[in-house]
C-alpha cells in the first residue's frame, strides 16, 4: 500500500504528449472546465476494447463519472490488444496526468510500463481486471469483481437450473472460456471447477472447453464447433453473455433448443442477456457489475490526494434464475 510520501503530487510540467499508439482509439473526451478555476484531476485512462456489452456500459459508465466529477479525462480503448494499452500508458506518462487507470487486457507483462509510472510518481488504479506482479507497489488499488466467486456462483446456480429442469444423473458441460490469459477467463473457470470438484466430482464432467475472446461472433464459432465434437452437451458455462447469445444461435443453427436441451449459465447481466433469459434461452445469469465509473472517480480523488485505500474495493453483484429475469429487465441499468 503506497502512502502520500511514496507519492509527491508532482505537478508535471511535461511538453505536449506523443500520439497513442497505431491503431487503438483514442478520444480524449476531457472536460476541459476546470472547476473554480483550480485546475481539474486529469486522468488518463485505457480501456481493453469495446468486445461486448459489459465492455460498452463499463466506459459509457467512467466517461460519464469523470465528467461527473469534473475531471479531464483521457481515454484510449485498446481494441484489445496489451501493446496498446502499453502504448497508451506510455503516452499517459509523457503527458503528466495526474492518475492513471486501466483494465488490463491480459494478467502478465504489465511490470516495465508500470515501473515507468512509479518512476515519474504517476499513481495507477486497476479497474475491473487485476494483474500478476512481482512488485505491489506498483498499483494502488483494484476496483473490480471477484471474478473466482462468480466462478463459484455459476456452479450454486448450476444446481438449482439442474434441479428445476429435473435433470438427473451425469452433466456433460461445454465451457466458453474469456479471453485467453485475461484475470475473468482464469478465475470464473477456477472458481467453477472449486465447486465442481467439491461438489460434483461423480456427477458433472467439463467435456470440453475453449476460448470464445468473450465476443458474440467467438460465442458463435466455438459452439458449433462443440456441437459437432459433442451432440450430447447438456449445459453451456459461458464466461460471458455475449458468448453465451452467440452459442444460442450456433445451438438453434443445429436444431436444438437453448435453455431446455441445453441449460445455459453465463456472467455479466447486460441487458440482452436479460432478454434471451425472458426468452427462456438462458436459464440464469451471475451478475458481474460493469457500472464502476462513480466507485472508481472517488478513489482516483483519494489517491491523487495521497490517502489511503483498500487493495481491493470489491463491486456488488447478484444472480438471478430465469423465472426473475421479466420482472428485472425494467431495472437494468446496463
Ligand atoms: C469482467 C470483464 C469481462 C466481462 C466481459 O469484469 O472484464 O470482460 O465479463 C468483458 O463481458 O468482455
Not at 466529477?69 to 480503448?77: E, H, M
Not at 484475470?183 to 458433472?204: C, L, N, S, T
Not at 458468448?243 to 445455459?264: N, R, S, T, Y
Request: proline residues 2%.
Amino acid at each position: 500500500m503506497l502512502s502520500r510520501r511514496n507519492f509527491l503530487t508532482a505537478a508535471v510540467g511535461v511538453a505536449a504528449a506523443t500520439g497513442l499508439a497505431a491503431c487503438a482509439k483514442e478520444d480524449d473526451s476531457a472536460s476541459d472546465s476546470t472547476s473554480g478555476g483550480s485546475k481539474a484531476l486529469v486522468l488518463g485512462f485505457s480501456q481493453v476494447g469495446s468486445e461486448s456489452g459489459w465492455r460498452s456500459a463499463n466506459t459509457d459508465s467512467v466517461k460519464e463519472a469523470a465528467k461527473t466529477a469534473g475531471y479531464t479525462l483521457k481515454f484510449s480503448d485498446a481494441q484489445q490488444k496489451q501493446e496498446n494499452q502499453i502504448s497508451a500508458i506510455r503516452s499517459y506518462i509523457t503527458q503528466g496526468v495526474d492518475v492513471i487507470a486501466f483494465s488490463p487486457v491480459v494478467v502478465t507483462g504489465w511490470d516495465a510500463v508500470l515501473k515507468e509510472a512509479k518512476a515519474k510518481k504517476i499513481p495507477v488504479v486497476l479497474t475491473d481486471r487485476s494483474v500478476e506482479t512481482s512488485d505491489e507497489s506498483l498499483y494502488v488499488t483494484l476496483v473490480g469483481s471477484d471474478f473466482t466467486d462468480e466462478g463459484r456462483r455459476a456452479a450454486k446456480i448450476l444446481e438449482k437450473v439442474l434441479e428445476k429442469a429435473g435433470h438427473k444423473g451425469a452433466v456433460k458441460i461445454a465451457q466458453l472460456e474469456g479471453t485467453t490469459g485475461a484475470a475473468p477467463a482464469i478465475e470464473r473457470a477456477k472458481g467453477f471447477k472449486e465447486v465442481m470438484d467439491a461438489d460434483h466430482a461423480d456427477d458433472w464432467k467439463i467435456v470440453v472447453s475453449q476460448t470464445g475472446d468473450f465476443t458474440r461472433a467467438g460465442g458463435k464459432q466455438v459452439m458449433a464447433a462443440f456441437l459437432q465434437s459433442n451432440p450430447d452437451i447438456d449445459v453451456l458455462f459461458a464466461h460471458n453473455d455475449d458468448m453465451g447469445i452467440g452459442a444460442i444461435q450456433a445451438i438453434e443453427a443445429a436444431g436444438k433448443k437453448p435453455g431446455k436441451d441445453i441449460l445455459i449459465v453465463t456472467v455479466d447481466g447486460v441487458k440482452d442477456g436479460f432478454i434471451a433469459m425472458s426468452e427462456g434461452k438462458i436459464n440464469a445469469i451471475v451478475e458481474c457489475n460493469p457500472l464502476l465509473g462513480p466507485q472508481l472517480m472517488e478513489v482516483v480523488q483519494k489517491v491523487k490526494d495521497g490517502e489511503t485505500v483498500e487493495r481491493w474495493i470489491k463491486t456488488k453483484e447478484g444472480d438471478f434464475m430465469q423465472d426473475q429475469a421479466k420482472a428485472a429487465l425494467p431495472t437494468r441499468k446496463y
